[in-house]
T-cell receptor, first 113, second 115 residues
Framework: GAVVSQHPSWVICKSGTSVKIECRSL??????MFWYRQFPKQSLMLMAT?????????EQGVEKDKFLINHASLTLSTLTVTSAHPEDSSFYIC?????????FGQGTRLTVV | AQSVAQPEDQVNVAEGNPLTVKCTYS??????LFWYVQYPNRGLQFLLK??????LVKGSYGFEAEFNKSQTSFHLKKPSALVSDSALYFC?????????????FGSGTRLSIRP
């Protein structure tokens, strides 16, 4: 299967600061990147979809100014959680796709204190 | 709209016994169905998919799934469970065939295999 690298795997930050999460597809080109959020013991909730070189499309209820997504190349996308608050604490997972099958990063556990 | 239902929050099976994790789907066109497994604090790992062809799909780690169009089901199965199979399993449906098509996940089923 394809190799996806997501960093960091965990991060603790103070309220009000920003956190950047990187997602790289190491051996394939990701024309589309999905970003998901997962609460404990719950399913994955799609936050946004981005295509290389285009603005991301956000799902209803997801604040685009808070969750900044950049998909500058076919192998790299970033999610920046701006002015983080404790309620932003969650598990974030990226999913680059280049075909019929989706691949997933290992996830980032964000804890805002 | 596409949707996926996993009716069981948890499935408990003794090691060595067969296991089934249930999934039903609702789609407007041809279904593109997937099963993923998630271990604690990890991303999702692909197990298997159904796009077209044989109704019985074989995947990773000895898992298989049977596509049943009349019952709109795509249950995950394994003939003999291992303790290491204990994890969270997600059934998913893709809205279309392109890479930009969204994937809709079920609520997940926690599989617990007792020694």
């Amino acid at each position: 299967g394809a190799v996806v690298s997501q960093h960091p795997s965990w991060v603790i930050c103070k309220s009000g600061t920003s956190v950047k999460i990187e997602c790289r597809s190491l051996d394939f080109q990701a024309t589309t990147m999905f970003w998901y959020r997962q609460f404990p013991k719950q399913s994955l909730m799609l936050m946004a979809t981005s295509n290389e070189g285009s603005k991301a499309t956000y799902e209803q209820g997801v604040e685009k100014d808070k969750f900044l997504i950049n998909h500058a190349s076919l192998t790299l996308s970033t999610l920046t959680v701006t002015s983080a608050h404790p309620e932003d604490s969650s598990f974030y997972i990226c999913s680059p796709t280049g075909g019929t099958e989706a691949f997933f990063g290992q996830g980032t556990r964000l804890t805002v204190v | 709209a596409q949707s996926v239902a996993q009716p069981e929050d948890q499935v408990n099976v003794a090691e060595g016994n067969p296991l089934t994790v249930k999934c039903t789907y609702s789609v407007s066109g041809n279904p593109y169905l997937f099963w993923y497994v998630q271990y604690p604090n990890r991303g999702l790992q692909f197990l298997l998919k159904y796009i077209t062809g044989d109704n019985l799909v074989k995947g990773s780690y000895g898992f298989e799934a049977e596509f049943n169009k009349s019952q709109t089901s795509f249950h995950l199965k394994k003939p003999s469970a291992l303790v290491s199979d204990s994890a969270l399993y997600f059934c998913a449906v893709r809205e279309g065939y392109s890479s930009a098509s969204k994937i809709i996940f079920g609520s997940g089923t926690r599989l617990s295999i007792r020694p």
